[in-house]
């Protein structure tokens, strides 16, 4: 496994493989890396020949007064991590090698980009986008694979990839939980244990969506006034719960197959994300 | 040579094409060729082993109330021009082929995209950079070729390729002008013989700001009042004169070598461009 720092080190090695006729997957990460990055690394490697996995925590998609300083690095674990995996190669560079000092040019989906978790974070899209962006263009990827824990991003990286008419094969793979059924993240080192024991309200919530769809609920605004007593009950503050149609991302007012329904909640400073589609 | 209207049919040819080792040379336009357009085919031409020149008059760059709709189009007489210079692909999408109903999905290169011409056409280049790079991701060329009458447009396409990390090399081909000095541009044919002969004043004043360099003339202010009442004089209604640095596009005080001398002159309804680096 290699680990690589620059972007025209990355793009050489990849070349010379494409000329070799391997399929190159990609994972982007932002590291600190837990068993849902895993879960990517594993689908990718089933599909690719050759697998890159990216650690990059990008400046460009956290807001002036986010977790960009204190997210949690831990390159030499996630290093070990993804030797066990089968990967090839890391690359991991630096903010002053992906960004140089006047840069400005971004892509951004413009109106998927306001939506859900981008009402309270109005630059973070785009920022992911940028970042994803740069990296198909420095490491040539045929399929990426990205988690639908964050399921509007995912959403927004394939439509980018489909107005842009790139080339890369985007597949998503399953959130993974913890035993009490709270959605796997890196932000949930931020929890303390009584926080930790109350998030668990936003998968549990997502759950009873679950159910209540199932006995025949169909009332958007019953539900959501539902799963927000839920959580505020447990202490949590809620910054958005969306019911959505899962393609076009428009709020719709009956649940149905095909209903996303996704949210944000605080507990303390930490905002956690979670959805399901019914 | 082809004629390509479709996005797909394009890329696979294009794959074809890299398989057996060509360089790929592009030239964008937005048809109603004239020379200008022919001398950037030509450079094109002697850098690469297949050259795609693609006609579009593309809609994002327009303002709602600038000329999209009255832009001129001669497709038939563009394809007998280009057949004489050798060019192996012409790609000529539909408005409907390059953006799908919800588009939404720009690249911006955000503060150069706001001076000079972007001032008064706030959505112009995200347009073209947009435009740009989707014909990049769809075509791959190796070269690209634009001409240095839109000077802007050049410096920001060369960021964007340089901020997204593209492997496109971009070229630029000089002014290519009437014999009295009027920069070549498909909007010239708007101008009535009276703009006609009075636009010459922009490649005039433009002449007379390299003859009062040569003498010493060194105060940007100064220099700015003289072209500007120069166009006055000759009916012209001034979009904006901008001395910057050619790099950077800041403005300098004092002009020197590498100093841009640019402006946008409106005849009319018709507004025209043109530019000169000391």
Known sequence: MRLIKKVDVA?????????????????????????????????????????I??????????????????????????????????????????????????HQTYVEVVDWSRLLCGASRPIHFRGVTTVVLKFFNILQPDIAVFGRKDY???????????ELNLKVNVITGPV??????????????????????????????????RQAYKKGARQTKEVRTRMARMIR??????????????????????LKKGTLVALAVFFGRTRLIDNTVL
């Open 152 to 162: 509007q991003q995912a959403a927004i990286i394939r439509k980018m990839v489909r």
């Open 53 to 102: 996995v990216s650690i990059f925590v990008n400046p460009t998609q956290f807001g002036p007064k986010e977790d960009f300083r204190q997210y949690p690095r831990d390159l030499k674990k996630d290093l070990s991590m993804l030797r066990k995996e089968g990967v090839d190669l890391v690359f991991n560079p630096s903010v002053r090698e992906m960004y140089g000092p006047d």
């Open 11 to 51: 793009s050489r090695i990849v070349a010379r493989v494409r000329k070799r006729g391997k399929v190159i997957g990609l994972v982007p990460t932002m590291g600190y890396l837990h068993e849902g990055h895993l879960s990517l690394v594993r689908i990718a490697r089933k599909k690719c020949g050759y697998l």
């Open 233 to 254: 009950n447990r202490g949590g503050r809620i910054d958005y719960i969306a019911v959505v149609d899962k393609d076009t991302l428009e709020p719709v007012k009956k």
């Open 176 to 209: 993974v939980r913890e035993k009490d059924g709270l959605a796997m993240s890196s932000r949930n080192i931020y929890l303390n244990p009584g926080q930790r024991q109350n998030a668990v309200v936003i998968s549990e919530s997502l759950e009873w969506v």
